[in-house]
């Protein structure tokens, strides 16, 4: 059983950079999982931020694509979200997701607030 926890998240004003992390607690490699980045904002649905499959394929969603970067490190057994040239409407609390088989294990979130 994972126990997913991201950091990274802060204050940052427009158009700057942050980088999300996710691992797990027990260091338990995420090789083998599909993880993915999804984020919700207040009074909004969750929604899909980026993806990484377990063969190294990756997706993103349109809002994402061009500034953003999921990766992983197989080393640190962690998974990145880099995030630049951010925006006020990238505010939310984002989330780590990690699905292997039919087990699905979230993280309790890292906030992300972008104001001057």
């Known amino acids: 059983q994972l126990h997913l926890v991201e950091s990274g998240g802060g204050l940052v004003q427009p158009g700057g950079s942050l980088r999300l992390s996710c691992a797990d607690s027990?260091?338990?490699?995420?090789?083998?999982?599909?993880v993915k980045w999804y984020r919700q904002s207040p009074g909004e649905q969750r929604e899909l931020v980026a993806g990484s499959g377990s063969g190294g394929s990756t997706d993103y969603a349109h809002f994402a694509r061009d500034r953003f970067t999921i990766s992983r490190d197989p080393a640190k057994k962690t998974v990145y979200l880099q995030m630049d040239n951010l925006k006020p409407e990238d505010t939310a609390t984002y989330y780590c997701?990690?699905?292997?088989?039919?087990?699905?294990?979230w993280g309790q979130g890292t906030l992300v607030t972008v104001s001057s």
């Open positions: 997701n990690a699905v292997l088989g039919g087990f699905t294990y």
């Open positions: 027990k260091a338990t490699s995420l090789s083998f999982y599909t």
